[in-house]
């Protein structure tokens, strides 16, 4: 039976942050996207792709604020799952498009993923995930009347932005609607934007506004997927120690107690690298076999060994570039 | 094996006109109509639930057209696609409640579905449904540029509103997967607003800014799974001839030879009634047992012979109640 891999797209695979972020440059960037992962489900392997929604669901957070006289504002939860629906029609529409180039027949779907989360989860009493738009200063206090954490992020005239919590992921809701789909060999888009954050109340499923890391969702959906491969895709082609400085080290292999020691010390930056490599940690501790994070370029030669940071449980010798 | 039901659930399913549109307000809204649905569920019918998007894609073309110095609007299909998650995720969190509270453990699962029209439909050439915001005189020229076709809907400062075609469903493009989750035995929601409407180009599937009538994709997604019953629901009891005069008979019973009849005479209106028995004598053309055309709080006794107006292909004499 052929090995199933969860691939996690970073922003930059959905959206140019350099572009004026229009459909049409959306569209091109999750097409060139398309074409990677339509090589590697090409060679055989089951797919579950997972993603990002930062600048989309802040494109949706401006767009309900500016509008907000008009029209009653939706909340973040459903705020998300409006973006699981945007991106997975597009990523659906490009992925059928680049598999019928490689003459590739499978059918793509994606499913509308909720993930629970501790409602005592140690991020809400700390929220550090800014979202949507700016706001200035004469803004602030009937935002914080209505509940909402800011922090001043920024300089000038809107300083202050809004900050959620990011709980740890606990249950993919939909698994088995994902798992069903993959068994009929459907590649499955799940978990956009880390899933919809939901906790249990009295036996029911309420969601929150919050902002799950796409990467430990992921993780946590390959590992019930009983997935062999974790494949976290960046806008690096490789982890590095003493990133952006002139010790920069970038490494090709890591064992997961080598990964769990860097991050301790501090190498990874939460936010950034440091969610990838906890996700592959997890991925492995929870026995998985190979996790990589790379490029979306390199994401082949990746599951190759011949190019990005592939973490496993068995220490196998580091082989380091400078 | 049990009998599976498509249920098409109207706008007034998702939203009252009359409130303010808030996300209190439709879940409050959506909670009833999934109390009703949960009621069929358990009664042990296999279930696929499609849905309008009227309300809800016309409130994010006023937000994206609010924001548009910020933010690039979105295509119409894209919004089509947000939408289905939107109510995807809204149905399946209230769907879940409604079932646990009767002691039903099904999972409930949203595939977001693209439904494949014809490039050459008539309706291409003959824009006929309205959509999002309604726009001054002066906002004309620049819309008629974009290549918008507007309308002159309404009175006073902004009468004018786009119109965009309505063409015929032909293919559900996600048919397998709704097939394979349905026979996992999970609830399905698919075909929300009708589906993604898309065309073949090149033998690739290119989103179009177009709005299948959900009706009829429900039909067709009925026939495809070779589902026993259709049940449309909408703000009436029972379909009527000379409706709203005082010549108004209430139906209870239809064979599709009569169902076709009166609608050729033209007592049901277009992007009303009349889209409603169209997909019910489709259905039922097609090889169905059973439609149903109903109101969500009639549902459960439609099904049950004791309300609503049922359509199928025998004659069985016709009760007609004034």
């Given at each position: 039976?052929?090995?199933?891999?969860?691939?996690?797209?970073g922003?930059?695979?959905?959206?140019?942050?350099?572009?004026?972020?229009?459909?049409?440059?959306?569209?091109?960037?999750?097409e060139?996207?398309?074409?990677?992962?339509?090589?590697?489900?090409?060679?055989?392997?089951?797919?579950?792709?997972?993603?990002?929604?930062g600048?989309?669901v802040?494109?949706?957070?401006?767009?309900?604020?500016?509008?907000?006289?008009?029209?009653?504002?939706?909340?973040?939860?459903?705020?998300?799952?409006m973006?699981?629906?945007?991106?997975?029609?597009?990523?659906?529409?490009?992925?059928?498009?680049?598999?019928?180039?490689?003459?590739?027949?499978?059918?793509?779907?994606?499913?509308?993923?909720?993930?629970?989360?501790?409602?005592q989860?140690?991020?809400?009493?700390?929220?550090?995930?800014?979202?949507?738009?700016?706001?200035?200063?004469?803004?602030?206090?009937?935002l914080e009347?209505?509940?909402?954490?800011l922090?001043?992020?920024?300089?000038?005239?809107?300083?202050?932005?809004?900050?959620?919590a990011?709980?740890?992921p606990?249950?993919?809701?939909?698994?088995?609607?994902?798992?069903?789909?993959?068994?009929t060999?459907?590649?499955?888009?799940?978990?956009?934007?880390?899933?919809?954050?939901?906790?249990?109340e009295?036996?029911n499923?309420?969601?929150?506004?919050?902002v799950?890391?796409?990467?430990?969702?992921?993780?946590?959906?390959?590992?019930?997927?009983?997935?062999?491969?974790?494949?976290?895709?960046?806008?690096?082609?490789?982890v590095?120690?003493?990133f952006?400085?002139?010790?920069?080290?970038?490494?090709?292999?890591?064992?997961?107690?080598?990964?769990?020691?860097?991050?301790?010390?501090?190498?990874?930056?939460?936010?950034?690298?440091?969610?990838?490599?906890?996700?592959?940690?997890?991925?492995?501790?929870?026995?998985?076999?190979?996790?990589?994070?790379?490029?979306?370029?390199?994401?082949?030669?990746?599951?190759?060994?011949?190019?990005?940071?592939?973490?496993?449980?068995?220490?196998?010798?580091?082989?380091?570039k400078?």
């Amino acid at each position: 039976m052929s090995k199933t891999i969860v691939i996690a797209l970073g922003g930059n695979a959905l959206l140019d942050p350099k572009t004026n972020g229009s459909v049409a440059e959306q569209i091109r960037i999750i097409e060139r996207s398309c074409e990677k992962i339509a090589q590697i489900i090409a060679r055989g392997y089951r797919i579950v792709i997972t993603h990002g929604n930062g600048p989309q669901v802040g494109n949706l957070l401006i767009q309900q604020e500016e509008a907000k006289e008009l029209v009653p504002p939706l909340p973040l939860d459903v705020c998300g799952a409006m973006t699981q629906g945007q991106l997975g029609y597009l990523l659906q529409q490009e992925l059928d498009e680049a598999l019928q180039a490689l003459g590739v027949r499978l059918p793509v779907a994606t499913v509308i993923t909720r993930v629970a989360v501790d409602s005592q989860d140690p991020a809400f009493r700390r929220p550090t995930k800014p979202i949507g738009p700016f706001y200035s200063e004469r803004e602030r206090p009937a935002l914080e009347q209505k509940g909402y954490i800011l922090e001043k992020v920024g300089k000038g005239a809107r300083p202050w932005r809004r900050v959620v919590a990011s709980p740890d992921p606990k249950e993919i809701i939909e698994l088995g609607a994902i798992r069903a789909l993959l068994e009929t060999g459907a590649v499955v888009i799940a978990c956009g934007g880390g899933g919809v954050p939901v906790v249990c109340e009295d036996g029911n499923w309420r969601g929150v506004e919050a902002v799950i890391d796409k990467d430990l969702a992921s993780a946590l959906l390959a590992k019930e997927l009983r997935a062999e491969m974790l494949l976290l895709l960046t806008d690096v082609e490789r982890v590095a120690l003493h990133f952006g400085s002139p010790q920069e080290v970038f490494l090709d292999r890591l064992s997961v107690s080598e990964a769990r020691g860097y991050l301790l010390e501090g190498h990874f930056p939460p936010g950034s690298m440091g969610p990838k490599v906890e996700a592959a940690i997890r991925f492995i501790e929870s026995g998985g076999e190979c996790a990589y994070i790379t490029s979306l370029e390199k994401a082949v030669e990746a599951l190759e060994g011949r190019a990005g940071t592939e973490i496993s449980a068995i220490h196998l010798g580091q082989r380091i570039k400078r």
